[in-house]
Every structure is written in C-alpha cells, then in structure tokens.
C-alpha cells in the first residue's frame, strides 16, 4: 500500500491500531545516498572502530535524507498463522514554519533507485512531511508567536498564490454573506497556504479544506468569522498545522510507544537516520547514539546477523541479497520438523504475493519480517531434540535468537556487530600484513591500494615512510598475497608483527637502548675513575 500525504492523515488513526495489535514491526528506507563524498577520509574502512565509522556515517546521514520508508505490520491472527499489512510512505522534509531544509543526492543512489522503478514524483509532489524535536520546537514557537508560515521559495507555488488571491478578490466585490466558491488544484502546503494568506489579507472570508486538492471559500461577517476561529474544527487551528508538519513522525512515536520487536537488514544506516529525522539530530558520542537507540527501541533483530549465523549453523547456501535469503528460506530446508508459520499478505498488500519488488521499501520490509521468522523456526528447529510444538510463540523464536538480539551488522570493520544492549565484541580478521617498500620511492596508499587490487580487496594504511598495513577480511586472500610476493623486487610482503613493526614499540625500544647504553658507559666510566 502506498501512502503519500494526501492520504495519510484519515490512515493514521488505523495504523496507530495496528502498530499496538502487532507482534512484530520490520522497517526499510530508501535514501538520497549513502557516503558523502565531498567529506574526506569517509569511506568505510576495516581499520574503523565503531567510534570511527559512526562519525563518517553520522556526516553522511546529515547531508542526504529519507526518500520512502517501508514498514511491514506483522499480526498474529490465528494458530501459526501472521498476516502482514506493508506500507510504502513517500517522505519529503517539512517545510512548514522552519528553516528551509538541505539535503544532497548522489548520482549513483538517484541513478539505482530509478532502475527499480522509483516513482521521483511521489517523493517531491505527494511526500509526507517530517520533522525531529529540534524543529518541532521552533515551529511551536513560531506558531505561539504567530509568525510561523511556509518555507515556499518555488515560482510555480507563488503562481497558485497569486492565482487564488486573485479569483477571491474578483468573486468577492459582488458575493453576497453565505456564498461559496471553489478554488481547485492545490497540493500539499498549497491548501495550507492560500488558506492562510486570504484569511490574513481579508476579514469577511473563511476557508475550508474540501479534500481532493480544493478549498472552500466562503463570504462571511467578521463576527460570525471570529466565531469560527474559536472552533474546534478549524483545520488551520495551531495544534492541527503542528500534527500536519509532524506527519510521518506521528507513526515514529507510536512505534516508540508500542516498543515492538523492530526487524532490518543491515540496518546501522536505517536506525542512524531515524534517530536523526524524526527524534533528535545524531550526537556526537557514539555510546549516547547506543542508548538512545536502545531507549528508543529495546528489541531489534538485523536479519543479516541472524542469516550469517543461520549459514553457519544450518549449511544454509551462500547468497548475498534479502531476496535470494527469502527464496532459500521459502524452499523448506526443514522438512521433517513441524512448517514454519504461514506468512499472509493482507489484501491491500496482495501485489507482493504476485510479483518481486526488489528495493521498493514496502517490499524489502515484508522481506526482512518473513526472513526473521523462517530463520528462528529453523533454528529452533535445530536446537533442540525434544519435538517443537506446532504453534512456536515469538517469545520462543526471540529467545532462540537471544544471541543476536540488539547486534546490528557491522559492514567491514573492527567489530562484526555493534552491540545495542552492552559492549562491542571484537572481530577475528585475518592476520594484517606489512609491505616494505624498497627502491620504489614516494609510493602513496592509493597506489599500494591498486597494486594490489587485481588479485583482492585490501584496505590500506601508511605505517611509517616506507611501510603500509593492509587488512583484509579474507584468509584466502592473505595467503595469496604471501605466496604471489615472496620475490617481488620492490614490495617485500610479511605477517605484521606489532613488537617488530609498530613505530611506538620500535621508538621505546631506540629509547631503552640508548638509555641502557649511556647507563653502561657511566658504569664503566665510573669504574674507571675510581681505578
């Protein structure tokens, strides 16, 4: 089901209902990029610490925003059976009443989403607005203060502007009290804003949004009129404009209200841009970034963490996307235990049945949800001698999974997960390896880092002057290197040793040498003079 802002107001009361009825939640977002490449030094490296690489995705998270977000309602109806209602809202940042909103666009991100099919138009025409605390406050005291209004800079808006003011004024010299007109075609803000500007610039008219893109505009006295600004119902009443701007971050506060079970995939960059759209802007301490998002949402499974391990555990074939891990879950890897649950799609959701959808937010969070519950039936499955019942609970299938609950993957760096609820487990890399370099003066990491390209994915680093670390996550790739360099006539390839090769400890060890030598040479000195 697609939800953009025309439709979402008369859904939310639903949704809210839904959320609460839920067992679990799965999220997916679709971004304007991914790593900011006017930032230096912000590719994702394997010598990042969490710290470091929460730092260089916190920068990126702050230049590109939410373009769709996919949530995936999973309800448990009846006996082993889940019915899932998945939404796609289109985002587009509030404009109302703050600073006008910046964001950036990789060409390459643009250029990936438009292949499946994203609809552009939606996003920059039907978007649901957002907003996080930091605006919200200043747009409520924009809105105390009276002088909130629509950060609109657009010709064409100025246009539809100018045109309605201009049909009010021509209709209302001859309009008798109690006569109506219609102004058509007004799109989001539009119908805010004209309503605005012809309450504020006459005093005999009082407007009412039809719905449909139209807006009633009705003659009335200034007595009846200032009545009707007392009224409840008046759509451009403070505390309406303020749950209009909110928009999509109504749904984010009921899920942080519900404190459902929240299921991703590879899901770091999803939680970095929740908390930053639509809670509070992205802290500079990573810790502050874990506990909040704990706070926030006390249980999330990483499907990507829970299917590596499943690969593992199970000889679960290797494959790399959500969908080829759903297509394998879906072929019955158990089938001599009890079947998994059936998995539903609501009838407004039926099109997921019939086709893929690959990257389309809605569908990637259907995905995410199906994946968690057929990877923990089948590692109950697994676990246990004794026979599982026919209708497993999710307390089981979450206690089943207790290992990985709360641990996000960790794309290429020090950590294999960030851990939500506790510390950070260190990961087991291969070895690192030191390159000396001989006879090859002013060798840079770029150009170590495509020497040795051809053969594998090494990240590289500049020991000293003529000595550079690379880390790789394969082992295969490590022994490859060894063996391919061991008479290279410029490169001289080993095991990095951090006693041997670290500067630090070389730099101690010159120290204690020279200490120790002027310690001998007072001793002997010393001894000499009193001969």
Known sequence: MEVGAEGFAWRLPRLRRRILRAAFVALDTEFTGLHSTSLQNNEPSLFDSPAERYEKARQSVQHFTVVQLGLAIFSKENSNKYV????????????????????????????????????????????????????????????????????????????????????????????????????????????????LVLRQALENVWTEPLGDKKVMVKKVSPEYRQLLENSPYDHCQKKL?????????????????????????NMLMDLMHLHDKFYRPLPESYEEFKRNIHNLFPVIIDTKTVTKYV??????????????????????????????????????????????????????????????????????????????????????????????????????????????????????????LVVHVRGWPGLTERQIYHEFKARCRFDVRRLSKNQFILLSNKYKQVRLVLRDYRHHPHLQVSVYRHWRHSPSVNCLLQISGVVALWSVLAFVLGGARSC
């Open 84 to 195: 899932v209602h998945s939404y796609n809202f289109f985002l587009f940042p509030s404009t109302l009443g703050i600073r006008d909103v910046e964001f950036t666009l990789s060409a390459s991100s643009i250029q990936f989403l438009s292949h499946y099919g994203f609809d552009y138009n939606k996003f920059l025409k039907d978007g649901i607005p957002y907003m996080n605390e930091v605006q919200e406050k200043v747009l409520r005291q924009h809105l105390l203060a009276d002088t909130w209004k629509v950060c609109s800079t657009s010709s064409a808006d100025k246009d539809v502007l100018k045109k309605a003011i201009d049909e009010v004024t021509s209709w209302i010299a001859a309009a008798k009290e109690e006569d109506t007109m219609i102004l058509q075609d007004l799109n989001g803000y539009q119908m805010l804003d004209v309503q």
């Open 241 to 265: 404009v303020l749950l209009s701007a909110r928009g999509f971050t109504n749904v984010f506060q009921i899920l942080v209200k519900a404190k459902k079970p929240l299921v991703g995939h």
């Open 311 to 432: 690969q593992k555990k199970c000889l679960f074939p290797r494959v790399s996307s959500l969908l080829e891990v759903y297509t394998v879950l879906c072929s019955n890897l158990n089938p001599k235990g009890p079947p998994c649950p059936v998995i539903a799609l609501a009838s407004g959701c039926s099109r997921y049945a019939e086709n893929t959808f690959p990257h389309e937010a809605g569908y990637d969070a259907f995905l995410c949800g199906s994946v968690f519950l057929m990877s923990a039936h089948l590692l109950l499955c697994r676990s246990t001698d004794d026979t599982v019942e026919a209708d497993p609970s999710l307390s089981q299938y979450l206690t089943v999974l207790a290992e990985h609950v709360n641990k996000v993957n960790f794309i290429r760096g020090g950590v294999s997960s960030i851990n939500f609820s506790g510390e950070d487990a260190p990961c087991h890399h291969p070895p690192a």
